[in-house]
Nanobody, 123 residues
Framework: QVQLVESGGGLVQAGGSLRLSCAASGRTFSNYAVGWFRQAPGKDREFVAAISRTGGSTSFADSVKGRFTISRDNAKNTVYLQMNSLKPDDTAVYYC????????????????WGQGTQVTVSS
């Protein structure tokens, strides 16, 4: 089992930045690839970004490329999502999720999920 806890969400003006953290406990975190997803009211959960077990490979949704970065610190069992140039369309609950062995943009691939953190971007 892997337990995931997101933090760092909040209210920010358009053009601002936030850094989300996903802290893991349980099994060896470095064995798992991690993805970030988001879900806005009335919409399906969608892929945002993912990172491989070592951090050597990352991928992003087209909607966030160039604005978001993902990184991990396996010594701290934490994955980060740095969000810059935020837009009102980025407003959603953000979730991190873990899977083995490879990252994926599909929610179906992930076995473990956090409870989510709210990000609200005002115009």
């Amino acid at each position: 089992q892997v337990q995931l806890v997101e933090s760092g969400g909040g209210l920010v003006q358009a053009g601002g930045s936030l850094r989300l953290s996903c802290a893991a406990s349980g099994r060896t975190f470095s064995n798992y690839a991690v993805g970030w997803f988001r879900q806005a009211p009335g919409k399906d959960r969608e892929f945002v970004a993912a990172i491989s077990r070592t951090g050597g490979s990352t991928s992003f949704a087209d909607s966030v490329k160039g604005r978001f970065t993902i990184s991990r610190d396996n010594a701290k069992n934490t994955v980060y999502l740095q969000m810059n140039s935020l837009k009102p369309d980025d407003t959603a609950v953000y979730y991190c999720a873990a899977t083995w062995p490879m990252p994926s943009s599909s929610t179906q691939a992930y076995n473990y999920w956090g409870q989510g953190t709210q990000v609200t971007v005002s115009s």
